[in-house]
């Protein structure tokens, strides 16, 4: 099994940055992908950032150039730096890993979402 835990979620004014940070334990052998997604009220889950284990990155068009994604391989943890936050970016942020386990079966696991609300 295993668990993500996240934190740095918030309240920011629009123009403000928030980090947050979100770290894998439980039964891990190695990680492949990890990312963040966000889901508003009334709309449905989207992505936010992915980051492979050897550093690729994709970001949703909406975050690019504001939002980075970064991890830490020896700590099973990624971050996600956002600056010049705007209201829309108000939402719950998921993260999200893939990878094997000792027994090298794949598992995909998600946190269980932390609030990142962005005043005007």
């Known amino acids: 099994q295993v668990m993500l835990v996240e934190s740095g979620g918030g309240l920011v004014q629009a123009g403000g940055s928030l980090r947050l940070s979100c770290a894998a334990s439980?039964?891990?052998?190695?990680?492949?992908?990890m990312g963040w997604y966000r889901q508003a009220p009334g709309k449905q889950r989207e992505l936010v950032a992915t980051?492979?284990?050897?550093?690729?990155?994709n970001y949703a068009g909406s975050v690019k150039g504001r939002f980075t994604i970064s991890r830490d391989n020896a700590k099973n943890t990624v971050y996600l730096q956002m600056t010049s936050l705007k209201p829309e970016d108000t939402a719950v942020y998921y993260c999200y890993t893939q990878g094997s386990d000792d027994a090298r079966r794949l598992f995909d696991s998600w946190g269980q979402g932390t609030q990142v609300t962005v005043s005007s």
């Open positions: 980051i492979t284990s050897g550093g690729n990155t």
């Open positions: 439980g039964n891990i052998f190695s990680i492949n992908a």
